[in-house]
């Protein structure tokens, strides 16, 4: 439904329900995607949440990201969070077809939901918070635009360490050129 150059997010549907599960029930994807406790979630765990992510959902979008032309479910991404008053989105993504990652797909993903946030939802600012060690989702965030606004120390528990999280942002004048 909202189209970039590599990317189309449009809705979750049921048949996506397989693949999604499969993203978050990977280890190595989640690691870096998720503050929480890595548990694993089952096929009634997913279909709860898709359950709740559909247009009539008011604070809360997510779409499915799938590649222009082949239509390969790729990842998902959205509004984890909409402050409606102030105008505030905080936003996250996750590519969890592996043999996508570090191609474009993600940058390209996060440009259509900006562009979503400001010019449909009529955000003024957009968040998200990464943790340290997830560089690839650092860089694809400033590629955006997104600028460091601060760091939450030794935030988050993983594998045995705690590390920081950073908080980005992306305001509406600042960001929105398309």
């Known amino acids: 439904m909202y189209q970039g150059k590599l990317v189309n997010l449009r809705a979750l549907e049921q048949s996506d329900l397989n693949d999604t599960q499969r993203f978050v029930n990977d280890y190595e994807t989640m690691r870096g995607a998720m503050s929480g406790m890595l548990y694993p979630s089952s096929r009634e765990d997913e279909a709860r949440w898709a359950a709740g992510q559909s247009s009539f959902t008011h604070g809360e979008y997510q779409f ?3 590649t222009l ?3 390969i479910l790729i990842g998902r991404c959205g509004f984890i969070k909409i402050d409606w008053k102030n105008r505030l989105g905080e936003l996250a993504i996750l590519i969890g077809e592996k043999s996508f990652r570090g191609k474009g797909y993600g940058t390209d993903a996060l440009q259509v939901l900006t562009h979503f946030g400001f010019s449909e939802l009529n955000l003024r600012k957009l968040k998200v918070s990464v943790m340290d ?3 690839s989702a650092l ?7 997104f600028v460091r606004e601060g760091v939450l120390k030794k935030e988050i528990y993983r594998e045995g360490a705690y590390h920081d999280v950073i908080q980005m942002a992306l305001f509406k004048e600042s960001g929105e050129n398309s």
């Open 139 to 145: 860089r694809a965030y400033e590629k955006c635009g």
């Open 64 to 66: 499915a990201i799938e």
């Open 133 to 135: 060690f997830n560089l």
């Open 69 to 71: 032309g082949s239509g």
